[in-house]
């Protein structure tokens, strides 16, 4: 199922509230870590799944990338990756992720930004990417970790005060689709575990190169529920390498 909730005005109009969206790249918990591990764009052609309102596109031309291209299901996050955005070396393309397909060794570098959890058969993605890349071609993404998305509702369990006692892990090993709540708005994903996220990029012929579980900066620390993210993980970090 390939669900465009980017485009539900209602749902829209809180995520263009948030932090990473008011802030860009520097409003992103992950992204301090997340710079650490992308390729070094420069003479790059580079695809962006998932591109949203176009940050890490306009963060690889302006590391001197000689194109890259932006995918994304709704057409609302386009529009601002078109107005925030722009650039004579990108070019965004208005596609659900499941539905993009390009020649073969198309690019040196394929990135994206929490959105497979979004994704359902992420076995055929990873084929597909693999396909896209050229050799020693470079594969780094963000998603929610699977501590985060496995029970579902994605939320931390309360005392009567209202206090956070703990969060809930359960179903862990039953991959599939979930319920969650993001924005106070119900939203499908896809839990998998980790070892799935993992393997499947060692039996598709990538080599890993990096895992990271991201801890919020400290200069974040002090935004209202920031300090309890160090309780649990919420996302994952991965970078690979075409055999």
Not at 71 to 82: F, R
Not at 138 to 166: A, C, M, R
Request: proline letters at 4%; a negative charge; glycine letters at 6%.
């Amino acid at each position: 199922m390939k669900e465009n909730k980017y485009d539900d005005d209602t749902f829209f109009n809180k995520y263009r509230q948030m932090f990473r969206s008011q802030k860009g790249l520097d409003g992103a918990g992950e992204w301090y870590e997340l710079k650490k591990i992308l390729p070094d764009f420069k003479e790059k052609h580079v695809l962006d799944l998932g591109c949203g309102y176009g940050w890490h596109c306009k963060y690889a031309a302006e590391h001197k990338a000689k194109s890259v291209v932006g995918v994304d299901i709704s057409e609302k996050m386009l529009k601002v990756a078109q107005e925030k955005n722009q650039d004579d070396k990108i070019t965004y393309i208005h596609s659900a992720i499941e539905d993009f397909d390009t020649d073969p060794e198309s690019y040196d570098a394929i990135i994206s930004s929490l959105a497979f959890h979004y994704i359902k058969d992420y076995d055929r993605l990873i084929n597909n990417i693999y396909k896209w890349l050229k050799p020693n071609g470079e594969f780094v993404f963000s998603v929610e970790h699977p501590i985060f998305t496995s029970y579902g509702n994605q939320d931390w369990y309360y005392d009567k005060k209202g206090e956070i006692l703990h969060f809930p892990v359960d179903n862990y090993y039953y991959e599939g689709q979930r319920q969650a709540i993001f924005l106070g708005e119900e939203v499908i994903k896809y839990h998998r575990t980790l070892t799935t996220y993992l393997n499947t990029l060692l039996e598709k012929g990538f080599e890993l190169q990096h895992v990271i579980e991201p801890k919020p900066p400290k200069d974040m620390m002090d935004l209202p529920g920031m300090k309890d993210e160090m309780r649990r993980p919420m996302m994952l970090l991965i970078s690979a390498r075409k055999r």
